[in-house]
């Protein structure tokens, strides 16, 4: 099995799969996030047609701000 590893948690990878998809997987709805695979940032505007390979690790964090 192809797999990408998405904040420590195991994702079976499928043909195609973006960031998007990964996000919608994960269940990640916050709007404020950090995308980084394999430690290089992605654009919010970079989603849908940045595509994710075997093996990938993605990190997603949520931005918080307060004051």
């Known amino acids: 099995m ?3 590893t998405v904040n420590d948690n195991i ?3 499928e043909e195609n799969m ?3 998809v990964i996000l919608q997987r994960m269940n990640y709805t916050f709007r404020m996030l950090v995308v980084k695979v394999d430690g290089k940032l992605v654009k919010k505007n ?3 047609s ?4 075997p093996d990938s690790d993605v990190k997603v964090i949520h931005l918080i701000s307060g004051g």
Request: proline share 0%; no cysteine; glycine share 0%.
């Open 2 to 4: 192809k797999k990408i």
């Open 11 to 13: 994702l079976k990878w």
């Open 18 to 20: 973006n960031i998007n």
């Open 46 to 48: 970079d989603y849908n």
């Open 50 to 53: 940045t595509i994710v390979y």
